[in-house]
């Protein structure tokens, strides 16, 4: 769940913190709030590169997709409903020459992160065989959003102690991953190069 006081990012009228402007007790807590938000939308990447070396798989044909990389497990963290927090991505990628190409990233319980056409995706497209940071298909500020059942399938029991010298005991927890999928959209001689990836939770919403 979120440390923020209210639970999420609380507006308020910009003109209250004009220069020189008292701060009342009343909105101390504000502050702190949104600052404790922020902290949680930025301290929980679970994926971050960005480099010159390329991930890819070479295509046999135009309509398969080939798993180019796995990230995790990493027990992600749950709303008050029990349901997984969204997740901000950006992709980068690349066509080994001038064709069309798709980089499809996924994030899912372990079990099912063999299977690319299924839900909780992002999907990014290029031609170009310069690295770059491509917008997905649903915006540049994208979320992948999940649902209660999508933590149900990823609970998990990690075997753990109850503290120090302690007993042994098991607790569950959302284990997820990432897979990046690639395919050859244009020509089969088009490889799919996974160039860069950003992943983190995006915790709590606006309250106000």
Same mark, same amino acid.
């Given at each position: 769940?979120?440390?923020?006081?209210?639970?999420?990012?609380?507006?308020?009228?910009?003109?209250?913190?004009?220069?020189?402007?008292?701060? &009342?007790?009343?909105?101390?807590?504000?502050?702190?709030?949104?600052?404790?938000?922020?902290?949680?939308?930025?301290?929980?990447?679970?994926?971050?590169?960005?480099?010159?070396?390329?991930?890819?798989?070479?295509?046999?044909?135009?309509?398969?997709?080939?798993?180019?990389?796995?990230y995790g497990p990493w027990a992600h963290r749950l709303d008050a409903q029990g349901v997984?927090?969204?997740?901000?991505?950006?992709?980068?990628?690349?066509?080994?020459?001038?064709?069309?190409?798709?980089?499809?990233?996924?994030?899912?319980?372990?079990?099912?992160? &063999?299977?690319?056409?299924?839900?909780?995706?992002?999907?990014?497209?290029?031609?170009?065989?310069?690295?770059?940071?491509?917008?997905?298909?649903?915006?540049?500020?994208?979320?992948?959003?999940?649902?209660?059942?999508?933590?149900? &399938?990823?609970? /998990?029991?990690?075997? /753990?102690?109850?503290?120090?010298?302690?007993?042994?005991?098991?607790?569950?927890?959302?284990?997820?991953?990432?897979?990046?999928?690639?395919?050859?959209?244009?020509?089969?001689?088009?490889?799919?190069?996974?160039?860069?990836?950003?992943?983190?939770?995006?915790?709590?919403?606006?309250?106000?």
């Amino acid at each position: 769940m979120s440390n923020s006081l209210y639970g999420g990012f609380v507006d308020y009228n910009t003109s209250l913190l004009g220069a020189n402007q008292p701060v &009342d007790s009343m909105l101390w807590p504000v502050l702190f709030n949104n600052a404790l938000h922020f902290a949680d939308s930025e301290a929980h990447v679970r994926v971050a590169f960005s480099h010159a070396t390329i991930n890819a798989r070479t295509p046999f044909d135009t309509t398969s997709w080939l798993l180019v990389e796995t990230y995790g497990p990493w027990a992600h963290r749950l709303d008050a409903q029990g349901v997984p927090y969204p997740m901000r991505f950006r992709i980068a990628g690349s066509a080994s020459q001038a064709a069309a190409i798709h980089l499809k990233l996924r994030v899912s319980s372990a079990s099912s992160a &063999d299977r690319a056409t299924a839900s909780n995706t992002g999907l990014v497209s290029t031609s170009s065989t310069s690295a770059a940071w491509l917008t997905p298909s649903s915006g540049p500020e994208s979320l992948l959003t999940f649902t209660s059942a999508d933590a149900a &399938d990823a609970l /998990t029991n990690i075997d /753990t102690v109850d503290g120090v010298g302690g007993d042994p005991v098991g607790i569950e927890t959302c284990q997820m991953v990432a897979t990046v999928w690639g395919r050859a959209t244009g020509s089969v001689s088009a490889v799919p190069q996974l160039r860069g990836l950003y992943l983190a939770e995006f915790i709590a919403s606006g309250v106000g």
